[in-house]
């Protein structure tokens, strides 16, 4: 009996790992998740997750055949196969590639969140023609990742495509990283609950956010308000969309990708936040650039983009000839 | 006898077409120039530019056996092989790789001088170690080529990399292009001359600058007075680089470079503009890329730039396997 071949796509996050082991067209074979322990070392965790996949695959692998491992996290590093500093995860340098090629001999590959989200869109969502697009991810920070001629930038180090940290106003809102006037402060979940304070304080129009305290604010408020009409609620995706589509314009002229994809968080709202992102965007492009550039919801079903974009992350990697085989070693 | 392999390098400028027949290392077999006519039609100048190259190329045609031709000019498209709406030419839409392609049986490819440039340093100059780097130059504009992985980033289109046209400032200084506050309002020679018109009206400070019409002030005029100690000129330098280097920290989270290459304009100015350059991209980096990204002048001798460009790009194009040669034929 002939197998058919799979990978595995781990998604890392602070609670736990999923993960799911899917063929080549991107059907699930299996998935199933492990909870993170607090202040669990990651080499107990890797163990963990080792024993509860191999207890499962164990049961199918007559029937599919392994061929490498896609991981997704947080501050992943694809380059060096680590995850660095990573606050969600409250790990300073972790080999995630040696931890799981100690039990598993295939290829193994990591990278961020939003490098997996543009891989899976690439070879599962929206971007299947595209050769060129930008990932942007809108979370609680802003990721993005850029997608240059079909291959994900990475850059020197592996840590190309860090848009949220770019500065769009100097002296700005301060920014976790340190600094002031990043991208994210202003466009992300977090960000838009600060537009919605900074509007309150500016302007005195009736809000259903004004019986929230901002520690109970969510992006999930602020839109339910919105599409009831709510002014400040709809104010503030007016002004994250400008904020979006004018950092956008900027982006084209260094890239001219096809199309931009959001996803998560934000991107939910769809029109909401949508509309001002291309009328903003389109305002602002050099002329050249007018009307060439679409700007797209994710296709991935929510919840599966990650474990989804890990596998395409490592399905890429399998394609790509052997003497370029990226995958790194461990040290 | 066996030939050697060479390629022709040619420079389309606003006055005048130059070329150089150069072989794999670099080295000039021969060069030379026709000036173009007031109003002249693309037809008649390649015509000329034709006749002139095989009279000279005939001579040693026994000798050196031409691969291919490469070409720089302004608005020159990579894509299509057009030259598009240049200011500096006078023409519309000219299928430049067409016009050269009904002379010469060979292949023929065609990009904007910032690439060129980009792909003359990858090959001959300071960035010959470097597989992602992005090449800037300070003329009259701001023109930049982006190296990622090796290659040319050209987009969808084959206008990436049109970093001077990003916007810096919102509503700060007109631009050419019909929009405010683009990157070479501020960083380029006519930028420089901007800045320093600003400064002579906010300041009280003598200066040699304020003796010179604007209509005669050049960047050469104020590195001489800065050099000379001149205050008001050493500010311009340095507002020069503070702009630069902000926005150079925003490319690098985008793109995660090994190195900067500035050339020609403003560059020639070295440390006046590299010193406040390096100190402002490095105070705005985020975190990860402090310390990592270099800031170098051009490695190419002053003159040849766009020649050894436009050869470093039909190099490249012809060192590609068959199946991706991404000549453009004529339509």
Redesign the interface.
């Known amino acids: 009996m002939t197998s058919v071949d799979v990978v595995l796509g781990v998604e890392i996050e602070g609670t736990r790992v999923s993960f799911g082991l899917v063929d080549r067209s991107g059907r699930y074979v299996l998935e199933d998740k492990i909870p993170m322990k607090a202040h669990e070392e990651p080499e107990s965790l890797f163990l963990r997750f080792h024993k509860k996949f191999a207890d499962i695959y164990g049961s199918v692998s007559d029937k599919y055949k392994l061929l490498g491992i896609g991981v997704a996290a947080p501050t992943a590093n694809y380059a060096t196969g680590t995850i ?1 500093n990573s606050s969600n995860l409250n790990w300073k340098h972790v080999n995630v590639v040696q931890l799981v090629q100690q039990y598993w001999d295939v290829p193994v590959v990591i990278t961020n969140d939003a490098n997996a989200a543009a891989l899976g869109e690439a070879r599962y969502g929206v971007a299947q023609k595209f ?2 697009f930008i990932q942007i991810t809108l979370g609680t920070g802003l990721g993005s990742g ?1 997608v ?2 079909g ?1 994900i ?11 949220g ?3 769009v106003v ?1 002296g700005g809102r301060h920014c976790g ?3 002031e006037g990043c991208l994210e402060t202003y466009v992300s979940t977090s960000g838009i609950i600060r537009t919605v304070s900074e509007l309150l304080a500016m302007h005195n129009e009736e809000s259903v956010l004004r019986e929230v305290p901002m520690n109970e604010m969510t992006a999930k408020l602020i839109y339910k308000a919105a599409i009831n009409g709510d002014v400040v609620a709809n104010a503030a995706f007016e002004s994250t969309g400008q904020m979006l589509g ?1 950092a956008l ?3 084209v ?6 199309a931009i994809i959001l996803s998560e968080g934000l991107a939910l709202a769809g029109d909401l936040i949508i509309r001002p992102t291309k009328y903003h965007m389109e305002k ?1 492009l ?4 007018k009307g ?1 550039v679409q700007i797209l919801s994710s296709g991935l079903t929510k919840g599966n983009v990650a474990i989804l974009g890990a596998c395409a992350l490592i399905w890429h990697e399998l394609q790509l000839p052997k003497h370029t085989l990226r995958v790194v070693n461990a040290e």
């Open positions: 660095e050769k060129n850029i240059v001629d291959n930038v990475y850059g020197t180090d592996g840590f190309a495509g860090e848009v940290h770019t500065t100097k990283c340190g600094r004018e314009a900027n982006a002229a260094y890239l001219s990708p096809e602002n050099l002329n050249l650039f060439k």
